[in-house]
């Protein structure tokens, strides 16, 4: 099992910038470097989508509606990954989940709420 814990998520101001975080606390490094990590999002009344992922040699995959915007980051021996967000837009605001996939199992986050309101 690997447990994560998302954090950085916030209101923010359209156009401003949040940098979300998740750390795999209680998981060997061994383990997380064998998972693709990523980031979801989830609107109200919507399904939750990919925002990007990340493999552990650094190999990037975004949405199109993020590309430009946001960039995923891997730090594996802190066993963290981060999402740097620039240029929100209101159509951002979402609950932002932490993912770590491996072949066909999958691990969740809490999620973080992210907000993009003036």
């Known amino acids: 099992q690997v447990q994560l814990v998302e954090s950085g998520g916030g209101l923010v101001q359209p156009g401003g910038s949040l940098r979300l975080s998740c750390v795999a606390p209680?998981?060997?490094?061994?383990?997380?470097?064998?998972?693709?990590m990523g980031w979801y999002r989830q609107a109200p009344g919507g399904q939750r989508e990919l925002v990007a992922t990340?493999?552990?040699?650094?190999?990037?995959n975004y949405a199109d509606s993020v590309k430009g915007r946001f960039t995923i980051s891997r730090d594996n021996s802190r066993k963290r990954i981060y999402l740097q967000m620039t240029s929100l837009k209101p159509e951002d605001t979402a609950v932002y989940y932490c993912?770590?996939?491996?072949?066909?199992?999958?691990?969740w986050g809490q999620g973080t709420q992210v907000t993009v309101s003036s």
């Open positions: 209680r998981t060997i490094t061994s383990v997380f470097n064998s998972h693709v």
């Open positions: 993912n770590a996939h491996r072949e066909f199992t999958d691990h």
């Open positions: 990340i493999t552990s040699g650094g190999t990037t």
